[in-house]
T-cell receptor, first 113, second 109 residues
Framework: IAGITQAPTSQILAAGRRMTLRCTQD?????MYWYRQDLGLGLRLIHY???????GKGEVPDGYSVSRANTDDFPLTLASAVPSQTSVYFC????????????FGEGSRLTVL | GQNIDQPTEMTATEGAIVQINCTYQ??????LFWYQQHAGEAPTFLSY????GLEEKGRFSSFLSRSKGYSYLLLKELQMKDSASYLC??????????FGAGTTVTVRA
């Protein structure tokens, strides 16, 4: 049982480069989310998708884009990376419903130089 | 939007009890969650409150007062493995979850 898989687990990237973080879930969850986690700031929502074919902006969407072509995949793209995007990125999914707890991937550590 | 406050750090002794408070201001409330996150790992779900009152789950309990915008997580019979960050999160009407900065709990022998 995989749950949520993120790739890569770690990446060092030159500023200005394009980067896509991959996220795949096998739980058939409708909702998926991308968060970044920075020391002292906690988890901040970047983008989300309540169902395949729809996406929405979170708290810190600038510099990031997402797509949701199907239920399982939710890639996050940095079009032109900047050093302030150095962070740990977590993908999460939820079945919705009353409890609607989030299930998180193991995270992708991105360093932009 | 959400404004979620919780203490930065707490220290307690093995076997003791620790209470982590969380206050929030929200434009639309649809549930409060607590997550545990060990260093270098992903957050994992601990508890969920949507109605006022206490929810108990083993050594962990969570309380909610919606009128006061207040919750706490109670950790009883502390064990060394409970050393972690504890994240308070509020869900809005659109089912988006906003997190506080987290409380790092250190359990000492």
């Amino acid at each position: 049982i995989a749950g949520i898989t993120q790739a890569p687990t770690s990446q060092i990237l030159a500023a200005g480069r394009r980067m896509t973080l991959r996220c795949t879930q096998d739980m058939r969850h409708n909702a998926m989310y991308w968060y970044r986690q920075d020391l002292g700031l906690g988890l901040r929502l970047i983008h989300y998708s309540n169902t395949a074919g729809t996406t929405g902006k979170g708290e810190v969407p600038d510099g990031y884009s997402v797509s949701r072509a199907n239920t399982d995949d939710f890639p996050l793209t940095l079009a032109s990376a900047v050093p302030s995007q150095t962070s740990v990125y977590f993908c999460a999914s939820s079945s919705g419903g009353d409890t609607g707890e989030l299930f998180f991937g193991e995270g992708s550590r991105l360093t932009v130089l | 939007g959400q404004n979620i406050d919780q203490p930065t750090e707490m220290t307690a002794t093995e076997g003791a009890i620790v209470q982590i408070n969380c206050t929030y201001q929200t434009s639309g409330f649809n549930g409060l969650f607590w997550y545990q996150q060990h260093a270098g790992e992903a957050p994992t779900f601990l508890s969920y409150n949507v109605l006022d009152g206490l929810e108990e789950k083993g050594r962990f309990s969570s309380f909610l007062s919606r009128s006061k915008g207040y919750s706490y997580l109670l950790l009883k019979e502390l064990q060394m493995k409970d050393s972690a960050s504890y994240l308070c999160a509020v869900r809005d009407a659109d089912y988006k979850l906003s997190f506080g900065a987290g409380t790092t709990v250190t359990v000492r022998a």
